[in-house]
């Protein structure tokens, strides 16, 4: 490596982009290339930096495997950050396997917490879990254990684990701190906002109050019946019952929830159940129907019981029912939480991550278009969408050690 690639290389080490593009803008050689186009990203022009790594992994040689596998992980890298989740896992399996059987650790430990940071967006919570579990990382650089315990708050966040999350975000703050990568310390900033702000609205008998992540942890061990609308499940503890495929049964189970301890009068559940504002017999034998389904679904948590002006619900034993709603009620709001951590969603990403066809979320988004709630940029196949309100970051350093050839 020459003294140009390797001053360039340590640019982008300490996040300084500009720093290594003076050193190798006007070079077309394949290390200049892929540096030239790590830089890019840095800078948030993914378009021109995929074209770069991509012409990079072309002028590579066929000998030099490891400097095409880590070209390989720079373009994972930017497909995750623009939400191009239908990029070819299996080259980013690949380059992993070369970067470790080559001894670089480094880059095939951050290649596995792109493996990991996907999963995790597309929902997939469970294999995410288990890959970190087999997962020993080596000794890291600061920026790659920045990386690392992100990732693990990541999980622990979407399994409420809130010790561990607080945990891993500190590790991570310290770390980033030592990297003294401005990108990357606002990544964990960001991260760490999300246990100090509200994550959902409790409501019981008949108040509403907010709640943290860390109180809603409390409150699902409290042995409460908890009847979750963000979910969609009613649950007591680790026993948990999903109605987010009967969205008429989570309708009922949600008003029955709100009105404990009292009941809800037969027009009020007809009208959350099946928006009847005129009804007739029909309707109130549809009812009668859903709620013996109601009372078959829950059986084995709550009752659902006729009260002489409509119906209540009541738990097994002396605890509460409450409901945990998300913060503002909104029709879409699973694609507005996905476009919340300010990045550039398509259309056909937000349906992998939400497990929707591509016509309803782009109904969705649509409709939040007409609402002003999100932005759109970009023409056919390029367009991306965003929530206006969230400002974003620039991306963190996509490969934590010098690139090519060293």
């Known amino acids: 490596m020459d003294s140009l690639i390797t001053a360039a290389a340590r640019a982008l080490a300490s996040g300084d982009p500009l720093g290594a593009l003076k050193r190798v803008a006007l070079r077309d050689d394949a290390p200049a290339l892929a540096l030239r186009g790590i830089a890019m990203a840095q800078l948030g022009d993914l378009v021109r930096a995929k074209a770069l790594l991509k012409r990079a992994t072309r ?3 066929p000998k030099e495997t490891m400097a095409r596998a880590r070209c390989v992980v720079a373009e994972a890298e930017i497909a995750l950050v623009s939400r191009d989740l239908a990029w070819p896992v299996k080259a980013l399996d ?12 480094v880059n095939a430990a951050h290649a596995f917490n792109l493996e990991v940071r996907r999963l995790l967006l597309i929902g997939r919570l469970d294999e995410a879990e288990r890959l970190l579990a087999a997962f020993e990382p080596p000794p890291l650089p600061p920026a790659s254990r920045a990386a690392y315990e992100l990732v693990v708050a990541g999980v622990a966040i979407r399994r409420l684990r809130t010790k561990a999350a607080h945990a891993a975000l500190a590790r991570a703050e310290q770390a980033a701190r030592e990297a003294d990568i401005p990108a990357l310390t606002a990544e964990v900033e960001t991260a760490s906002l999300v ?18 992540l860390e109180e809603v942890e409390t409150l699902l061990a409290s042995g409460a019946l908890v009847v979750d609308a963000c979910r969609n499940v009613v649950r007591i503890g680790d026993t948990v019952i999903s109605l987010s495929s009967r969205p008429i049964l989570f309708a009922l189970a949600r008003a029955l929830g709100e009105a404990w301890p009292g009941d809800v009068p037969r027009s009020t559940l007809l009208y959350r159940a099946f928006r009847a504002r005129h009804t007739d017999e029909s309707h109130r034998a549809r009812l009668r129907v859903e709620i013996g389904r109601l009372r078959v679904g829950l059986q084995t948590l709550a009752h659902v019981t006729a009260t002489k002006s409509g119906f209540a619900l009541s738990p097994h034993g002396n605890g509460d029912i409450v409901v945990l709603a998300p913060p503002v009620d909104e029709q879409h709001a699973a ?11 398509s259309s056909s990403a937000l349906a992998i991550a939400l497990g929707a066809s591509s016509r309803t979320v782009q109904r969705a988004l649509d409709q939040l278009l007409a609402d002003g709630k999100v932005q759109w940029f970009g023409q056919g196949r390029a367009r991306r969408w965003m929530a206006p309100s969230v400002p974003g970051f620039p991306t963190i350093l996509l490969l934590p050690s010098p690139l090519p050839n060293d």
């Open 94 to 105: 690949a380059a992993r396997a070369v970067l470790e059987a080559h001894g670089d650790r």
């Open 195 to 212: 246990l100090k702000t509200p994550a959902v609205r409790l409501i019981a008998r008949g108040e509403e109050r907010p709640l943290l």
């Open 335 to 345: 694609v507005l939480a996905l476009l919340g951590d300010g990045e550039a969603w």
């Open 59 to 61: 002028a590579f040689g």
